[in-house]
């Protein structure tokens, strides 16, 4: 978690079983560290990329790099879309 209490900083992604088991870290940008931290629990209501932004108070100039981590992270399916 940032300093400021309402972003992350980094991820850490484990892979693979038993002694197979690899970590993967993922430095985050400000604003993807912002939009992963207002993510919507999985019991919760969806929300578009969008609304998260708005949520997150990142602006559409990171849509960019937004786009990228949500990308990286579907691909590694920790998150889904409906």
């Known amino acids: 978690m940032a300093r400021s209490g309402d972003s992350f900083s980094a991820i850490t992604i484990w892979e693979g079983e038993g002694r197979e088991r690899k970590e993967r ?3 985050l940008t400000t604003p993807q560290g912002k939009f992963l931290f207002h993510l919507p629990f999985p019991q919760a209501r969806p929300l578009s990329i ?3 932004m708005e949520k997150a108070g990142v602006g559409i100039e990171y849509s960019t790099e937004i786009q990228d981590i949500v990308d990286e992270l ?3 399916e920790i998150i889904a879309f409906l």
């Open 50 to 52: 969008a609304d998260v």
């Open 25 to 27: 870290k993922l430095s």
């Open 74 to 76: 579907a691909k590694l």
